[in-house]
């Protein structure tokens, strides 16, 4: 599978047999895909498609990982890679745990704190985590918390190759902290708000009723008198 900066060229062999692997190579198939426009449209879903109220949706990104931990499409990920390719210093793209092992130790963080899963150590698995992605740290964008979830999948599951049937890899969807917690305040300022109306009104009909009492029993004090 060559990759050229954001295209990926998909080559098989077409055999003379009936099955794969019998007879000889008769041709080859080969299948490219621009990483760029073509991933991104299916993993990225774009702003246009989105509500103006869906605030949360407008601000999720999502990447591909393999089952090597290299990423496959990453919106930071991209432009260092293809420029490094114009400048004729094609690599591959990062493997996210060597990545952090490496920004962790320049920081002095944690290395689990960079890697979208519970441990660096132990490798992919699903679930939720907090963490600080290490491509935007790379690319010079900072890093702010983000809130991610990883769920695993397996690509080559109804393949052809049986080898590769087993193979897990990571669909991680990000979104910034704040923008994560921001209905949650929201909802807090409202029930704080609300709670204060409430306890408001309460006490106001409280000194009514005591006002009320209290000229109650007056009344029936005079009344004695008289």
Not at 175 to 195: D, H, I, N, S, T
Not at 205 to 211: G, N, P, Q
Request: charged share 25%; no cysteine.
């Amino acid at each position: 599978m060559p990759r050229r900066g954001g295209r990926t060229d998909l080559v098989t062999p077409i055999w003379s047999g009936k099955a794969r692997g019998e007879g000889r190579v008769v041709g080859l198939l080969s299948v490219g895909l621009d990483v760029k426009r073509h991933l991104k449209e299916l993993i990225d879903m774009p702003d246009s498609m989105l509500r103006e109220d869906q605030e949360i949706a407008k601000k999720l990104t999502a990447y591909v990982v393999n089952d090597r931990g290299a990423w496959v499409w990453h919106e930071a990920g991209m432009p260092p890679l293809e420029a490094d390719t114009a400048a004729g210093r094609p690599r591959d793209p990062d493997n996210l745990t060597v990545l952090a092992g490496r920004l962790a130790a320049e920081r002095g963080d944690n290395p689990d704190d960079l890697v979208p899963w519970a441990s660096a150590a132990k490798g992919m698995t699903p679930g939720a985590d907090r963490y600080t992605d290490p491509l935007e740290l790379a690319a010079g964008k900072g890093g702010r918390p983000l809130i991610a979830h990883t769920l695993t999948f397996r690509p080559f599951e109804y393949s052809g190759y049986g080898d590769l049937k087993g193979r897990e890899w990571g669909f991680v969807v990000q979104v910034p902290e704040e923008v994560a917690l921001r209905p949650v305040e929201r909802l807090k300022r409202q029930l704080v708000w609300a709670g204060s109306i409430l306890v408001a009104t309460l006490a106001g009909l409280a000194i009514v009723l005591w006002v009320w009492l209290f000229r109650l029993l007056r009344g029936w004090e005079f009344a004695g008198h008289g």
